[in-house]
């Protein structure tokens, strides 16, 4: 396992740069990007919980929305109080019941600077912003790359927050498409099923999920049904790499509340990541490559070497 940063200082100088990890994965870590690579075929990312400005880099106005939509109909600089807490909470609460710890993607720069949950026409208006959005991305590339090389397949799971009913999960998958993967192997059980991944978080109390889990063909909230990183990295147009973004409300992203939810979280992902990638077929073609071009080299672990994987996710 290993840490690597996008600091303050590299992004005025335009060249990405990495430096070792200065706080512990429980405390909020300083720099613009957080990058931890795991040993689970797991990425937990949160991209818009960050308070940090961006030095040189221009405040969004929405102008590349007017550009290309002709209204800034999605243009947003909205901040998702705490997601960035409940990310690296729930690495650590998987790893107290696994051993083994997710990667992990967490923004700390302002989404005023750049969202890295849209395209990258939309998601910064300066080369400062560019940078430090290619760390993101390429962070994301270089684990999804490493797990499919170990195991064919992988979750990401993208943590946000709404402003709506404070006690509701809102479930996107682009109305299952980004688990496109998954529903054709498995069927839609394996995420609203007795041994799916929402069913166990439901059981532990945070049981009001958007659309409820016994509704299977009810439509996702459609503002809120899984941004461009869901889509982008999930099985939305192909291959073997499935993902789902959470909408959190306000209840789960309280500090006093995150502790017991992220046990509640991974009540499901620890027997989904055992049942559903861990000890799944391995017979299914290789993942073809998706994801936004890379510009630069930015901030990642992509000079590692994969790391050695468990043949067991569940302690006995």
């Known amino acids: 396992m290993g840490t690597c940063s996008l600091a303050l200082a590299d992004v005025p100088a335009q060249a990405a740069a990495t430096a070792p990890a200065t706080t512990t994965p429980t405390s909020k870590p300083a720099p613009l990007v957080y990058i931890e690579r795991g040993t689970l075929p797991l990425i937990i990312s949160a991209p818009h919980g960050g308070r940090l400005p961006i030095p040189g880099a221009d405040v969004r106005t ?28 729930l690495a650590d609460e998987i790893e107290r019941r696994t051993g083994q710890r997710p990667y992990l993607v967490v923004a700390n720069f302002s989404r005023r600077f750049v969202d890295a949950n849209r395209t990258p026409e939309e998601a910064y208006e300066s080369e400062p912003g560019r940078i430090v959005y290619e760390a993101y991305h390429n962070a994301i590339r270089t684990a999804r790359a490493e797990i499919i090389n170990e195991y064919k397949r992988g979750l990401l799971i993208d943590i946000h927050g709404h402003g709506g009913d404070p006690e509701s999960i809102i479930r996107g998958t682009a109305d299952w498409t980004s688990v496109r993967h998954l529903v054709e192997e498995f069927g839609k059980d394996a995420l609203v099923g007795p041994k799916g991944l929402l069913t166990p978080i439901a059981a532990g109390g945070a049981n009001k999920f958007n659309p409820p889990l016994d509704q299977l063909d009810a439509l996702e909230v459609p503002s809120l049904n899984g941004g461009f990183i869901t889509r982008q990295y999930g ?5 073997n790499f499935d993902s789902i973004q959470f909408e959190l409300g306000n209840r789960y992203r309280k500090r006093e509340n995150i502790p017991p939810f992220v046990k509640q979280l991974a009540d499901g992902i620890v027997p989904f ?33 994969p790391a050695t994987k468990p043949a067991e996710l569940l302690a006995p």
């Open 62 to 89: 929405g102008g590349n929305f007017l550009i290309k939509k002709g209204k800034k109909n999605n243009f947003t600089m909205a901040f998702d109080a705490n997601v960035d807490l409940v990310a690296l909470q």
């Open 235 to 239: 099985s939305y147009a192909g291959g």
């Open 273 to 305: 990541v055992q049942t559903y990638i861990i000890d799944a077929p391995r017979t299914v073609g290789v993942l073809a490559t998706t994801g936004p071009a890379s510009t630069s080299q930015a901030a990642g672990p992509s000079d590692a070497s």
